[in-house]
């Protein structure tokens, strides 16, 4: 009886916390979606409650009236253009610093490993003229391959961690049979890294969706606007429009694909996490 409820106690202690994480995490998520179904009126008179009617207009006017269509289409080429630039880059480094000997590999390694702990903030100042003179600034695809050279140290950390435990030996029969360096990257390593890839390829695409101050600084004009600068307008704008239920619908618009993502690659971001701890 005693061991019953130590374990009933043990679970409890467990879960609760969980439970009202989940409440802290997902009530203001839900009241959002909720006040983005309201008019301004029923937002200002019932902030709480549920909608009258359902206000669908909100997400028109911010698709429409707000360009949140533009900033969609600009996050969504800086996203995959960044992500795809940062495996090509991380791929090749990862295989050469984790399995070719050569001299300095091992301080490459820590270059990298190091660049981690410097602060982004320290080079937009540097990047911002480095962009204006070979005329990025103000470029979706400047601000991507920035983005990208930010997650590389990152991406090459872990990817290092899963390729480490991938047997020489697979290599070492591939090259007996005449296979090139590069078949063995493409055709061996890489799809036995695919679980680290995965991972690091939607934490990226995620950081990169959502990210913010770099887009204020590398981007001017509104034609350019990522979703974070769309809706960073749209809020300073309904400060003086009351248009509160056009930011909460813009908000939804934006988090929904992160959602939808995560949701379906939780399973192997959990596991690539998992996998990259205990190999690393």
């Known amino acids: ?31 959002m979606f909720i006040g983005s179904l309201k008019s301004n009126a029923e937002i200002y008179r019932n902030p709480w409650g549920f909608p009258e009617i359902l206000n669908w207009q909100n997400y028109v006017n911010a698709w429409s009236n707000y360009n949140i269509d ?7 080429i800086v996203t995959l253009v960044g992500t795809l630039l940062t495996l090509l880059m991380a791929i090749p480094t990862a295989y050469a610093i984790e399995r070719i000997n050569f001299k300095g590999s091992k301080l490459l390694f820590t270059l990298y490993v190091s660049a981690m702990m410097i602060p982004m903030v320290l ?4 990047l911002f003229f480095l962009l204006s003179n070979i005329g990025l600034l103000d470029n979706v695809f400047g601000l991507a391959i920035v983005y990208s050279v930010s997650q590389l140290p990152f991406t090459i950390f872990v990817l290092t961690s899963f390729m480490s435990t991938i047997p020489k030996s697979l290599e070492e029969a591939a090259s007996i049979d005449g296979m090139s360096p590069y078949g063995m990257l493409w055709k061996i390593i890489t799809p036995l890294s695919m679980s680290g890839i995965i ?20 981007l001017n004009s509104s034609e350019n606007y990522t979703l974070a600068l769309a809706i960073d307008f749209i809020s300073n704008e309904a400060q003086y429009t009351n248009a509160w239920g056009t930011l909460f619908a813009s908000l939804i618009i934006a988090i929904i694909p992160v959602i939808v993502l995560y949701a379906i690659f939780q399973r192997r971001i959990a ?10």
């Open 70 to 76: 533009t900033s969609v289409w600009n996050s969504l």
């Open 271 to 280: 596991k690539g996490m998992t996998e990259g701890a205990i190999k690393g």
């Open 123 to 126: 080079g937009w100042i540097p």
């Open 1 to 31: 009886m005693k061991r019953s409820v130590g374990q009933i106690l043990g679970r409890a202690g467990i879960r609760i916390p969980l439970i009202l994480w989940s409440i802290a995490v997902l009530y203001p998520i839900i009241w």
């Open 199 to 218: 991972t690091v390829t939607i934490m990226n695409a995620i950081q990169f969706w959502n990210e913010y101050f770099m887009a204020l600084i590398f």
